[in-house]
């Protein structure tokens, strides 16, 4: 049970300026000729010991590849981080994995419950409060293998719909466990070494995952 013991002790990287990483301005304007749409960029952001951007890559595509150039082009430009710790406290390669949003409507929509899980957990019920689908972001350890330690809640952004329920988070770090495989991440060099990540952990009722 170490790595829940430790679990306390370790933070991912933490976007400082998540806000001002994409403007109105940066809308292409070849998504508005194809409006109405909703595309989605999964992203892997890899933030060295100072907090500096490594790297960006795309794990799930938009399905436009200029797309997913562009959205990584502005995360390399504007994003910044306060680093990664490890367990001893000591600043360590972290990565940051979330999904970027591009909507192009006629009218205002909600698009908060669009989401890449890493994980799908169903549920016969969910915590009091909460509505299906529940999104869960936690934080791990990742040693040069792949192998995964030290889970916990992630702290999240204002505006995103997260819960984070008390309730959810230890079911989440066992699924993540049981059954993630995280990509070690790489150093300069390119060598694979320990770091400290991210991963959405989504929780959905049994009648509704199974539509």
Same mark, same amino acid.
């Given at each position: 049970?170490?790595?829940? &013991?430790?679990?306390?002790?370790?933070?991912?990287?933490?976007?400082?300026?998540?806000?001002?990483?994409?403007?109105?301005?940066?809308?292409?304007?070849?998504?508005?000729?194809?409006?109405?749409?909703?595309?989605?960029?999964?992203?892997r952001v890899t933030v060295g010991s100072d907090?500096?951007?490594?790297?960006?890559?795309?794990?799930?595509?938009?399905?436009?590849?200029?797309?997913?150039?562009?959205?990584?082009?502005?995360?390399?430009?504007?994003?910044?981080?306060?680093? &990664?710790?490890?367990?001893?406290?000591?600043?360590?390669?972290?990565?940051?994995?979330?999904? =970027?949003?591009?909507?192009?409507?006629?009218?205002?929509?909600?698009?908060?419950?669009?989401?890449?899980?890493? =994980?799908? =957990?169903?549920?016969?019920?969910?915590?009091?409060?909460?509505?299906?689908? &529940?999104?869960?972001?936690?934080?791990?350890?990742?040693?040069?293998?792949?192998?995964?330690?030290?889970?916990?809640?992630?702290?999240v952004q204002p505006f995103e719909r997260i819960?984070?329920?008390?309730?959810?988070?230890?079911?989440?770090?066992?699924?993540?466990?049981?059954?993630?495989?995280?990509?070690?991440?790489?150093?300069?060099?390119?060598? &694979?070494?320990?770091?400290?990540?991210?991963?959405?952990?989504?929780?959905?009722?049994?009648?509704?995952?199974?539509?």
């Amino acid at each position: 049970m170490l790595w829940i &013991a430790l679990a306390a002790q370790i933070s991912a990287p933490l976007p400082t300026n998540m806000i001002k990483w994409f403007s109105y301005d940066d809308m292409p304007g070849y998504l508005i000729e194809r409006a109405p749409g909703l595309w989605l960029v999964g992203i892997r952001v890899t933030v060295g010991s100072d907090g500096a951007v490594q790297s960006c890559g795309v794990e799930s595509s938009s399905g436009t590849e200029r797309l997913d150039e562009f959205t990584c082009k502005r995360i390399k430009q504007r994003a910044k981080f306060a680093p &990664a710790r490890a367990a001893d406290g000591s600043a360590a390669l972290g990565v940051y994995r979330t999904s =970027v949003k591009w909507a192009v409507a006629d009218s205002p929509f909600d698009s908060s419950n669009a989401s890449i899980p890493d =994980v799908d =957990v169903s549920v016969a019920r969910l915590p009091a409060g909460l509505k299906s689908p &529940a999104l869960v972001r936690v934080m791990f350890a990742v040693d040069a293998h792949g192998n995964i330690s030290s889970c916990a809640a992630e702290p999240v952004q204002p505006f995103e719909r997260i819960s984070n329920s008390p309730d959810l988070v230890p079911v989440a770090c066992v699924q993540l466990v049981k059954i993630f495989k995280p990509v070690p991440a790489k150093d300069s060099a390119g060598n &694979a070494v320990p770091s400290v990540q991210d991963a959405i952990v989504r929780f959905s009722l049994q009648n509704q995952a199974a539509r």
